[in-house]
């Protein structure tokens, strides 16, 4: 059969690899499995229930889910087999952002996975259009899952499932992806099946992974279309699916499943990475030499054995006596890492690569139904410090401002209830993304920065902030940095240390870990940091004040969006004390 619309991928698997092990989630510490069948089975089941509920041809459903977990696909199909959309939330979104959303995008119901994001929701309920709430949870709850399916058991609705299902072209809106904003109101992405589909079979050609049976885990929020693409991606490849218990529990899910393939985001491999050089310091003697010897030799790693056969030699002892450790606290199985979301640093590239563990950076946006572009190690394909070439048949240049420009079937149908904004975003057929880049001799795209936080100083020079924090965040001692300074005499920064290795290195030098953020000692060793980086940049765009934020930044607290990129604007007020200090204001 041909996959053409997104719940085509479930029954192209049954028909062509039908797995025991489709999906497998933990439940009383023991790994319980869902095979292809019973997926299918209570997808229609979930179509019954909805059409018993009065849900007709484009109606929309809301989810919202904590954790990753089969129920959320099973609804997702039984939702959109029937013509009517998913809108997927975010389970960190404030009751303001639920309101809006739910209501700007007239969901009928919506399903929730615990009692907590119950109690959120049911206390906007009347803001919004919801006829009523159910968890993806079974309990003896009027509002439980098993209930909710109750619905449709007393009627056979196959055959009306059957001819809905016939009726859904690949070109009708599938699902409307609100983007969680780094600024302003979410905006509503429409995507329809042919997007996400297309963007599926196009990124495929650029991923060598062979044979089916392969195991994976999802642990990515399943609201972002990245990790959800993916999902489709590993139905349609026949992978197991296995379900992280939750993000503090994803190390040991990792050696317990031994992944062959992780979708990561950069915040994901920076934490890997940290914990790695954290135990390499912990070694003493020759094991803590060669550890180090090893790490800085991964730093020069250039792929293609550009380094020649004597690099090559060394990288081999390297990789004997270090880096398989690296891979069997990674499971031991990875073929490859997919980053995507946000930019990855080079370092990271290299030090993996060169451990056996390849990660290939990809670019894209939801508009894109994501992927624009990917790197792959076949045929000189990969590029350390690109995102990559752009996938089969999409069309990528560059504006005259230097603005990433894509065109293709993979482009949204535009923002739902919002045409200004879709026509200012889509105009003659290509998305103007709001990043920065350039295209080398090759056709490797670069990502230089976003156009919207590219800012000038009051002396006119325009400064490209996420260049210079990626720089910075290479120093173990900065967990998170935020350049500020649009329409100020010069740039300057707001850094969040790495709480942990701080403690480390006051222990060390034998100060009080407690009070270290305050040690004017420990104040000077962040500026060396700072000069160091800073050797980096013209005049201009080096950082000459910084102030240490003295809270960890997270989602929950709105500093970062649940893909963890920066809300500039939000840091921007929570530490409005401290930019009046730094400019004197």
């Known amino acids: 059969m041909d996959v053409t619309r997104l719940f085509d991928f479930p029954y192209y698997q049954l028909e062509n690899y039908p797995q025991e092990n489709c999906f497998l989630y933990k439940n009383e510490n023991s790994w319980k499995n869902i095979s292809t069948q019973e997926y299918i089975a209570k997808a229609n ?5 909805l059409l018993a509920l009065g849900i007709q041809k484009d ?17 997702d199909i039984g939702v959109l087999q029937i013509g009517a959309q998913n809108v997927p939330l975010y389970a960190t979104l404030s009751e303001k952002d ?14 929730v996975s615990d009692a907590a994001l119950y109690e959120k929701v049911k206390k906007v309920q009347g803001q919004t259009q919801l006829k009523n709430i159910f968890s993806l949870e079974e309990s003896e709850d009027a509002h439980s899952w098993n209930s909710f399916l109750a619905n449709g058991e007393s009627i056979n609705l196959q055959a009306q499932i059957t001819a ?6 690949p070109e009708h809106l599938a699902t409307i992806i609100y983007t969680s904003g780094t600024t302003g109101t979410p905006k509503g992405v429409m995507l329809s099946h042919k997007n996400v589909v297309d963007n599926i079979f196009k990124t495929h050609a650029s991923l060598n992974l062979e044979g089916n049976k392969k195991r994976v885990i999802s642990y990515l929020p399943i609201s972002h279309i990245f990790e959800r693409s993916a999902s489709y991606y590993y139905q349609y490849r026949g992978f197991e699916v296995y379900f992280a218990e939750s993000i503090e529990q994803l190390g040991d899910n990792i050696r317990e499943i031994k992944p062959h393939f992780l979708a990561v985001v950069p915040r994901l491999l920076e934490k890997i990475f940290d914990k790695i050089i954290t135990k390499g310091s912990a070694l003493a003697g020759i094991k803590k030499v060669l550890f180090f010897w090893s790490v800085a030799l991964a730093e020069k790693f250039e792929p293609y054995h550009k380094n020649g056969k004597f690099y090559d030699f060394k990288l081999s002892i390297a990789r004997k006596l270090i880096f398989t450790k690296w891979q069997k606290a990674l499971g031991g199985n990875l073929e490859f890492m997919l980053s995507g979301s946000a930019p990855l640093q080079t370092k990271l590239i290299r030090v993996f690569m060169a451990a056996g563990i390849p990660i290939f950076e990809g670019y894209g946006l939801t508009e894109s139904s994501p992927a624009i572009t990917v790197n792959d190690l076949r045929n000189n394909g990969l590029k350390i ?23 293709g079937t993979t ?17 003659n057929g290509y998305l103007h993304t709001g990043d920065i880049g350039t295209i080398d001799k090759e056709g490797f795209l670069k990502i230089t920065d976003r156009k919207k936080e590219m800012f000038k100083t009051s002396g006119g020079k325009y400064i490209a902030p996420a260049v210079i924090e990626s720089e910075l965040k290479q120093s173990r001692f900065i967990e998170q940095i935020m350049i500020i300074g649009e329409g100020e005499k010069m740039p300057a920064a707001f850094i969040q240390i ?3 290795f701080a403690k480390e290195w006051a222990n060390r030098k034998q100060l009080n870990a407690e009070t270290i953020l305050y040690n ?38 709105g500093h970062l969006t649940p893909t963890m990129k920066m809300r500039r604007k939000i840091i921007k007020e929570k530490y409005k004390n401290l930019y009046q200090k730094i400019y004197n204001i």
Not at 98 to 111: G, I, P, R, T
Not at 385 to 406: F, S
Not at 520 to 548: A, L
């Open 45 to 49: 089941k979930v179509s019954s229930a």
């Open 59 to 75: 109606d929309k459903i809301a989810v919202i889910t904590t954790n990753n977990n089969p129920n959320w696909h099973i609804l």
């Open 98 to 111: 639920y309101a809006y959303v739910l209501n700007h995008s007239d969901a009928k119901y919506c399903f």
């Open 164 to 169: 809905l299902k016939a009726a859904v072209k």
């Open 385 to 407: 410090g690109t995102v990559g070439k752009p996938l089969q048949g999409l069309d990528v240049k560059i504006a005259e401002d230097g603005e990433i420009l894509m065109k």
């Open 411 to 427: 482009v949204m149908m535009g923002y739902y209830k919002n045409e200004e904004m879709t026509n200012k975003t889509v105009i």
């Open 498 to 500: 790495n709480f942990d």
């Open 520 to 557: 004017e000692r420990f104040i000077n060793r962040i500026q060396k940091e700072v000069d160091f980086h800073n050797q980096k940049f013209g005049k201009w765009e080096q950082i000459k004040k910084f102030e240490i934020t003295h809270d960890e930044w997270t989602v929950d607290a």
